[in-house]
């Protein structure tokens, strides 16, 4: 058997080799990597083939930090993860990414870009992408080429885009034909059991909405069921480890990281020729297929190292102009903007319902304006070259992913998201526009038009999380800064490991799919040792002779 309905089990306990949590890019990539391999995987997924608001559901939680924020909205449970919705774009890291900076506490992986560089590689075809090649002079030739800018004050980064693929689509006929793969459909894992010493793990607890329970055992465990959901399923594991397991130093769940994303303006371009350039995403409705790369502009690294800045990329998306004012970034623009991809996408709310009807009535001028505009839109087009940056959050201990006083469906906790950004973090994002306005100027390349509104919180209200959840459980080799190891295994627990971006000790300002891709390919073949280092010692147990 390859694929099974949880739901239809009659069996009480179910025993593997490795046991994987979560079938997104991680999950999948793993169990991918192990297919074949003289193992037992057990991959539980939550979700089924399509997409059901009852499992989906069991996102719902808090939100009590920076706005434009939903739990129930940026995560999927199904078949495939957010891979089912994602946008296809992709880049590595920069290697200063990888790297402890000055001016910034908490900066810096354990190991650098060069170590994870084969990896990335490897994930480049998974994710469907191009040739492995991210240098602009790849590029210029093609896709519009490059605008005429100083190198040694702006560079020119390159993002690719899958087509974009769902993982769930593309890789399930793979790992039904799988001999030593089983995928467990509609497996709510609710508690991770372990030893008296919350030192070991010894299984996994899965519910199933007609009220089965089920036991998974396996020797190695992986969670990969996201940024958020992995800090909850550390954290509600409390009864023999009180603060959840793991969490010895106060640390799962904190650091929590997303990207923001802004549109700051428009730009106007002197002449027809600097209209298009591989600057621009035309539309989202056509990257993968009929785009496969754009550029960002982004600072030097000189500069980034000299002023000690925090990471910020800017590019131009081709859309109506009415969707680069301020009327449609106010408050009450915003929130009727979200009610409407409610009704039109079936999606969840993100529970603040009245919240957003308050905005909507005391902001009915900029409503009006902003909906009058898109009528007029209708008739006669005016597309504009708007300005979407968007910026690396640094390390902040006080966002964090905790448990609430609410409860699902199953009994576990809700979560509390309280994200929430350094205020040092606007300055790559001001040191780039500043730089691009003086380069734009000195070229004759033409005019940014810049008009930036801000919050209460003096962030700007076009502001939005990139979904991109990151950094709840962190790696570093010292347990008492993060909490997995560089091997991803939980720090005090001997066979229990993560995989996704919620192990990114920084983020960067690149999309983190790629990134989690290869770090899954990299656990990966962490595990096949370990289970050849296992299958080592239980064979030399059996016939010493053998090995020696």
Same mark, same amino acid.
């Given at each position: 058997?390859?694929? +099974?309905d949880t $739901? ?10 490795? =046991?994987? +949590?979560?079938?997104?890019a991680?999950?999948?990539a ?5 297919s074949?391999?003289?193992c037992r995987?057990a991959l539980?997924?939550?979700g089924?083939?399509k997409f059901?608001e009852?499992? @989906?559901s ?9 706005p434009?924020?939903?739990t129930?909205?940026s995560?999927?449970r199904t078949?495939?993860?957010s891979?089912t919705?994602?946008g296809?774009? =992709?880049r590595?890291?920069?290697? %200063?990414?990888?790297e ?6 908490h900066s810096?992986?354990?190991f650098g870009l060069a !170590?994870?560089?084969p990896?990335y590689?490897?994930?480049?075809p998974?994710c469907q ?5 991210? !240098?602009?002079?790849a590029?210029s030739?093609s896709?519009?080429?490059a605008?005429?800018?100083d190198? #040694? ?5 390159i993002? @690719?885009?899958?087509?974009?693929i769902d993982f769930g ?6 790992l039904e034909?799988?001999?030593n793969v089983d995928v467990?459909?509609n /497996?709510?894992?609710i508690?991770?059991?372990?030893d008296e010493? /919350?030192?070991?793990v010894?299984g996994l607890?899965?519910a #199933?909405?007609n009220?089965?329970r089920?036991?998974?055992? /396996?020797?190695?465990y992986?969670?990969a069921?996201g940024?958020?959901e992995?800090?909850?399923?550390? %954290?509600?594991?409390n ?6 397991l793991g969490n !010895?130093?106060?640390? +799962?769940?904190r650091f ?14 002197a002449?027809a020729?600097?209209d298009?350039?591989y600057?621009v ?5 056509c990257v ?9 502009f982004?600072?030097?690294e ?5 002023e000690?800045?925090?990471g ?5 998306v081709?859309r109506?102009?009415y969707?680069t004012?301020?009327?449609?970034f ?12 409610v ?6 709310s993100?529970?603040n319902?009245?919240?957003h009807l308050r905005n909507i009535? /005391? ?8 909906l009058s505009r898109?009528?007029i839109?209708?008739?006669?087009? $005016?597309?504009?070259l708007?300005l979407?940056?968007v910026?690396?959050?640094?390390p902040?201990?006080a966002?964090?992913v905790?448990l609430g006083? &609410?409860?699902?469906?199953?009994g ?8 929430q950004?350094?205020?040092e ?9 500043e730089?691009m306005?003086?380069e734009f100027e &000195? =070229?004759?390349?033409?005019?940014l038009?810049e008009?930036?509104? #801000?919050?209460?919180n003096?962030?700007?209200t076009?502001?939005t999380?990139g979904?991109?959840?990151m ?6 080799d010292?347990?008492?800064q993060g909490?997995?190891?560089?091997d =991803? ?5 001997s066979n229990?490991y993560?995989?996704g971006s919620?192990?990114?000790p ?14 899954a390919? $990299?656990?990966?073949e962490h595990?096949? !040792?370990?289970?050849?280092?296992t299958?080592?010692?239980r064979t030399?147990?059996h016939?010493?002779?053998? %090995?020696g």
């Amino acid at each position: 058997m390859s694929f +099974v309905d949880t $739901r239809g089990i009659e069996a009480k306990t179910i025993s593997a080799d490795v =046991c994987i +949590v979560g079938a997104g890019a991680a999950g999948i990539a793993i169990a991918s990597e192990l297919s074949g391999q003289s193992c037992r995987v057990a991959l539980l997924e939550s979700g089924d083939f399509k997409f059901r608001e009852r499992p @989906q559901s069991l996102y719902l939680g808090e939100q009590i930090g920076l706005p434009n924020f939903s739990t129930g909205r940026s995560r999927f449970r199904t078949f495939g993860g957010s891979t089912t919705r994602w946008g296809g774009q =992709c880049r590595p890291l920069d290697a %200063l990414d990888f790297e402890a900076r000055d001016g910034f506490p908490h900066s810096g992986w354990p190991f650098g870009l060069a !170590q994870l560089e084969p990896y990335y590689r490897r994930a480049q075809p998974i994710c469907q992408l191009g040739p492995y090649e991210y !240098q602009p002079s790849a590029w210029s030739a093609s896709d519009g080429g490059a605008l005429p800018l100083d190198g #040694t004050q702006l560079d020119t980064k390159i993002f @690719q885009f899958s087509w974009p693929i769902d993982f769930g689509k593309v890789y399930r006929t793979a790992l039904e034909r799988s001999d030593n793969v089983d995928v467990y459909l509609n /497996a709510n894992v609710i508690d991770i059991e372990s030893d008296e010493s /919350a030192q070991n793990v010894t299984g996994l607890v899965a519910a #199933t909405f007609n009220d089965r329970r089920i036991r998974f055992t /396996a020797a190695t465990y992986v969670l990969a069921c996201g940024g958020i959901e992995n800090a909850r399923l550390l %954290l509600a594991s409390n009864r023999i480890a009180r603060h959840g397991l793991g969490n !010895q130093h106060d640390l +799962v769940g904190r650091f929590f990281m997303d990207h923001a994303y802004f549109v700051v303006g428009h730009f106007e371009p002197a002449t027809a020729g600097y209209d298009r350039s591989y600057y621009v995403i035309e539309s989202y409705d056509c990257v993968g297929r009929e785009q496969k790369i754009n550029a960002a502009f982004a600072l030097s690294e000189r500069i980034r190292r000299d002023e000690c800045l925090n990471g910020a990329a800017l590019y131009f998306v081709r859309r109506p102009a009415y969707k680069t004012s301020p009327e449609y970034f106010s408050k009450g623009g915003r929130s009727f903007i979200h009610l409407i991809d409610v009704l039109r996408r079936h999606e969840l709310s993100d529970g603040n319902l009245g919240r957003h009807l308050r905005n909507i009535a /005391a902001g009915a001028r900029e409503v009006a304006v902003s909906l009058s505009r898109q009528l007029i839109e209708l008739a006669r087009p $005016r597309p504009r070259l708007a300005l979407r940056a968007v910026i690396e959050t640094t390390p902040n201990p006080a966002s964090r992913v905790t448990l609430g006083s &609410r409860r699902d469906h199953f009994g576990m906790p809700q979560v509390r998201v309280n994200w929430q950004l350094n205020a040092e973090d606007t300055r790559g994002l001001t040191r780039l526009l500043e730089v691009m306005r003086q380069e734009f100027e &000195r =070229c004759r390349l033409g005019r940014l038009i810049e008009y930036i509104s #801000t919050d209460d919180n003096g962030w700007p209200t076009s502001m939005t999380g990139g979904k991109h959840h990151m950094g709840t459980t962190r790696m570093h080799d010292d347990p008492r800064q993060g909490v997995v190891d560089p091997d =991803c295994r939980v720090h005090g627990v001997s066979n229990l490991y993560v995989a996704g971006s919620s192990v990114f000790p920084t983020g960067g300002y690149a999309n983190p799919t790629l990134t989690i891709v290869a770090l899954a390919l $990299r656990l990966a073949e962490h595990l096949k !040792q370990r289970l050849r280092s296992t299958l080592s010692q239980r064979t030399a147990q059996h016939d010493p002779l053998k %090995l020696g």
